[in-house]
């Protein structure tokens, strides 16, 4: 059976908050780093078809329609296929376990209606593809070992009778309407036996049914009760998902490599703990309730912190057991999605000064005192050499919220951030009475916003550019009334709100900069619509008053999702989904426009939001 690059949006996500793994359409997992958000993968045919590795579970006989949905607040995914000789369920989880080497992926095929003949191969790829491994029969599972250096293995074992050949695993077999076949893999130390072929049917039912049972009790926490449920609630299973069980740290995106533009060079890896998007989350899970998750991930900071010699160590991003070192490097033998090379792993931007990472956790850390539970002096202390560094260090130059690989510059998102690392900290410690030296943050503060609303507007353009001196726009900018820096009825601020709907917005899709009037990235290729400046755009829209012409552009928005409502990082030209995917910002964004909707939208069923 031919095995090609399949769309982006193919794909749904299921993980155990250690791990996640994509899963096609077509009943394939072609992606899966294992058994670590950042492990190497030993599945990887969404990078390469031939060489990256796959697990492939379909009908022998030709597919009419394919059919996915999630079961209803589960991580738990559902794979339909439709045939002329019935419908086959296939099911796919990973169950939830406090400990990472434990890993396990479970795949459950059930014929509904009809008889079926389907086909299997198991071909794993070790070390992204670099390793060969070696396959044995040991009693009824079939062990597979890398050849490499990093010595992985796991377990095979299924309730059908499989034959190895050439080191992979391959299966045909006809079933009958009513009858199952199971199959796991699961990590295993080398001197470990685990379950066996005996007891699968009995936990494959076991681990569904906890898995279930695991998500449906953590959505239930959730306090949102908006118009738009649904997706809110699969927003928020999406970014626990990426959120480490062990660590407390969530990853950006659950992928690394998938291309901003198919072909072209802007290929990253984004399974790391980006400090920014690590805190947006947080804020979207105290929006939700879900006090627990940030409290985790201020441990995790905490950590963090202990390794700090001053507050200028914090790096923008860290591997998420907090690892500091993440060489960049290219993975030369593989080809990329649709020859999108090069395929990167690691990223060499967590050496990059970006000031900005500063206001964004402040800021959470302000709202989780408010909300989540008072932080101790103790943290406190941390957080205050994070401002003093802020109000030393805001007028110097940095990479910016895009991290452009080019010279630094003076870039506008960053001094709004800086002014939010000042500002969110005199709230801290004047409701808290804690020690800090106010007068002159408060002085540095008011010079910052001084510096914004004076230098950082362009006369000629009418509106706040990208950076000091630009002529250029960028939608980073929708964060100013968010932060509330500026009030939605700032005149400055709704002249640049003309001028970003003028020129970089398209119906409800945003694009986060003009390449070609000559905004700052460092590289050449074109990119799509940002979907996150999407739902910043549609928060400033309701915030500003023009409420039914946010809530228009919302739910055109939620067209653009995936089949399962996943959105990746962009949107290109013909509509599919582009970057690493699913995103963490776009989903925490969209969080966000809806709570500000259900509050402004009046009505039954509004929602009071209590978050300012």
Not at 149 to 158: K, L, V
Not at 476 to 483: D, F, G, H, N, Q
Not at 501 to 527: F, H, I, P, Q, S
Not at 533 to 540: A, L, M, T
Request: aromatic content about 14%.
């Amino acid at each position: 059976m031919a095995h090609d690059y399949l769309p982006i949006e193919d794909y749904g996500l299921i993980g155990n908050l250690h791990t996640v793994a994509l899963v096609s359409r077509h009943g394939s997992i072609d992606y899966l780093p294992f058994t670590r958000f950042d492990s190497p993968t030993i599945f990887a045919a969404l990078l390469d078809k031939e060489k990256g590795g796959y697990w492939h579970i379909a009908p022998l006989a030709e597919v009419e329609r394919y059919k996915q949905q999630y079961l209803p607040d589960t991580g738990v995914l559902l794979t339909r296929f439709y045939t002329q000789d019935g419908i086959a369920e296939l099911t796919d989880f990973m169950p939830v376990k406090r400990r990472e080497h434990n890993c396990a992926v479970v795949r459950q095929l059930k014929i509904i209606k009809g008889q079926m003949t389907f086909t299997m191969q198991c071909r794993p790829r070790f070390d992204y593809a670099r390793a060969g491994h070696e396959a044995t029969q040991k009693d009824e599972a079939v062990f597979f070992r890398s050849k490499g250096t990093d010595g992985y293995q796991f377990r095979f074992i299924s309730n059908r009778e499989v034959q190895l050949q050439d080191n992979d695993l391959q299966g045909e077999w006809t079933l009958q309407q009513g009858e199952t076949a199971a199959f796991a893999i699961e990590a295993v130390p080398q001197d470990e036996t685990g379950f066996t072929w005996q007891d699968l049917d009995h936990y494959t039912q076991q681990a569904f049914t906890a898995t279930v049972a695991f998500w449906r009790d953590w959505i239930d926490q959730s306090t949102y009760k908006g118009r738009w449920r649904e997706i809110v609630n699969r927003s928020a299973i999406t970014l626990k998902m990426m959120t480490s069980l062990e660590h407390g740290s969530t990853i950006a995106a659950a992928t690394f490599s998938l291309p901003e533009t198919i072909g072209g060079k802007r290929n990253w890896d984004y399974r790391y703990t980006w400090i920014r998007d690590a805190a947006f989350t947080m804020y979207a899970f105290l929006r939700l309730g879900f006090t627990a998750e940030a409290r985790h991930f201020l441990v995790w900071l905490m950590e963090r912190c202990k390794n700090m010699q001053q507050a200028s160590d914090l790096q923008l991003m860290y591997a998420v057991d907090g690892e500091t070192k993440l060489e960049e490097i290219e993975l030369s033998h593989l080809e990329g999605y649709k020859g999108s090379a090069p395929v990167r792993i690691g990223n060499a931007a967590f050496s990059q000064f970006q000031l900005d990472i500063y206001g964004e956790l402040i800021d959470t850390i302000y709202l989780y005192n408010k909300h989540g539970g008072p932080i101790t002096y103790e943290f406190w202390k941390n957080v205050r050499l994070f401002v003093d560094f802020v109000v030393d260090n805001w007028q110097r130059k940095d990479h910016g919220i895009w991290e452009v690989r080019h010279e630094q510059q003076h870039f506008l998102f960053t001094k709004v951030m800086c002014w939010v690392a000042i500002d969110r900290g005199i709230l801290i410690a004047r409701a808290r009475s804690f020690p800090a030296p106010l007068e002159r943050w408060q002085q540095v503060r008011d010079e910052i916003y001084r510096e914004v609303y004076d230098n950082y507007w362009n006369e000629e353009k009418q509106a706040f550019v990208q950076y000091k001196g630009a002529s250029v726009l960028d939608a980073s900018v929708l964060l100013m009334t968010l932060v509330r820096m500026f009030s939605p009825a700032e005149p400055r601020w709704q002249a640049t709100f003309k001028a970003i709907e003028e020129n970089l917005v398209t119906d409800a899709l945003v694009y986060r900069y003009d390449l070609k009037k000559g905004a700052l990235d460092g590289l050449d290729d074109e990119e799509g619509t940002f979907s996150l400046c999407s739902f910043w755009y549609i928060e400033n829209l309701s915030k500003s008053g023009q409420v039914e012409k946010a809530r228009l552009h919302f739910e055109k928005m939620l067209g653009y999702a995936n089949h399962l409502g996943l959105f990746s990082e962009q949107i290109g030209l013909q509509g599919q989904l582009l970057g690493n995917f699913p995103q963490a910002f776009t989903h925490l964004a969209l969080i966000s426009a809806a709570y500000q909707l259900d509050r402004d939208l009046p009505g039954e069923g509004q929602h009071k939001n209590t978050y300012v």
